[in-house]
T-cell receptor
């Protein structure tokens, strides 16, 4: 059964630091991996999607990498800002229940960027 | 485009009551999903649909039912509410199963 783990559970950094969030998964047979952002009391916002054939994706100050063989992904945030404070969720699609769209989520990393 | 919308935003139910959580999307997506998120936990898939008239169970379907009569709407029904169903419910949609999923703002449900 696919399981997704995110480390650390919480992270506090001063503004301007570069930081890395980690995600690991137990079954390397995935279709894609997605990183989401969740603000308190709000829904999820998609940040980056990496297909299984890709190694990384970039969007602005965000860079996500994928190493399927080791079951790991990292989300790199450059020059962090207070507005980056949120919970970051990692999710993988591994075809659970017969559909490629069924995502398995980690519990998230709660990021706090202090001015 | 409004994207994915959900109603209501908040609801308190008594044990044994029933209700329907509404979800609609205006992006003409074939795939739609219902997840629940318990405090401190990741989201878990309840049901999903690959198109109008086609639905299937996810990881935690017990106590819930769904229907998909149109491309736009994907309601989730709770028949006999139980305290274990206290959670935040999210609806999502995508063009195809390998594409980005777009989430609604969620419905916070409390069962007392």
């Amino acid at each position: 059964k696919q399981e997704v783990t995110q480390i650390p559970a919480a992270l506090s950094v001063p503004e301007g630091e570069n930081l890395v969030l980690n995600c690991s998964f137990t079954d390397s047979a995935i279709y894609n991996l997605q990183w989401f952002r969740q603000d308190p009391g709000k829904g999820l916002t998609s940040l980056l999607l990496i297909q299984s054939s890709q190694r990384e994706q970039t969007s602005g100050r965000l860079n996500a990498s994928l190493d399927k063989s080791s079951g790991r992904s990292t989300l790199y945030i450059a020059a962090s800002q207070p507005g980056d404070s949120a919970t970051y969720l990692c999710a993988v699609s591994s075809g659970y229940g017969g559909s490629q769209g069924n995502l398995i989520f980690g519990k998230g990393t709660k990021l706090s960027v202090k001015p | 485009n409004a994207g994915v919308t959900q109603t209501p935003k908040f609801r308190i139910l008594k044990i044994g009551q029933s209700m329907t959580l509404q979800c609609a999307q205006d992006m003409n997506h074939n795939y739609m999903y219902w997840y629940r998120q318990d405090p401190g936990m990741g989201l878990k898939l309840i049901y999903y649909s690959v198109g109008a008239g086609i639905t299937d169970k996810g990881e935690v379907p017990n106590g819930y039912n769904v229907s998909r009569s149109t491309t736009e709407d994907f309601p989730l029904r709770l028949e006999l509410a139980a305290p274990s169903q206290t959670s935040v419910y999210f609806c999502a949609s995508s063009t195809d199963p390998t594409d980005t999923q777009y989430f609604g703002p969620g419905t916070r449900l409390t069962v007392l």
